[in-house]
């Protein structure tokens, strides 16, 4: 069981690599070229507030700080002191090599998320990437993403209270 779980991981870790590599040669290393404007937008955020109209959006050191906090959690720092306990030397270096590689693939779908973005009728915003795949792949992709998610966030969700079960259960 565990032997083919790890082999589909690997399997898919190998793919989304790829895609990352291609997608880096293809935005011209959008992850290099982009630092100076990073750090002119991180500057801007520290600056006077300019005042906006629209009340349904976010500034944009908000959206880069909720998107930071919902990508840094406990497995960013657990996860790779268990792989390279786990898997040695090679997993530092497959680590190195995605956290080079993998912002391009992030890059790419913020930006297909921007891009295919609707405004609704109450003048809030529907994206992400549901929306992506339902107007520029196909509906059915779409449905199976949601699903997939849905999948996960119910056995995420029961990893984390089984883990908090556990804890309360211990003796003192």
Known sequence: ?????D??????????????????FKT???QIRMIPELIRQLIACVGPKKSSDDTHTIEAHKAL???MSTTLGLSTIVGPVVAMFLGGPGALLGFLV???FAPAANYVEVTLALYYRKRL???SIMGGP???????ISEW???WYAFVCLLMMVAWSSAQANQLASVLNMPM
């Open 1 to 5: 069981m565990f032997v083919l779980l």
């Open 7 to 24: 082999k589909i991981l690997f399997f898919a870790a190998a793919i989304i690599l790829l895609a990352s590599i291609v997608l880096s």
């Open 28 to 30: 011209r290393f959008v």
């Open 65 to 67: 700080f909720t998107a």
């Open 98 to 100: 995605t956290t080079f």
């Open 121 to 123: 009728p109450d003048g």
């Open 130 to 136: 549901m929306q992506y795949l339902k107007a520029g």
């Open 141 to 143: 992709l779409a449905k």
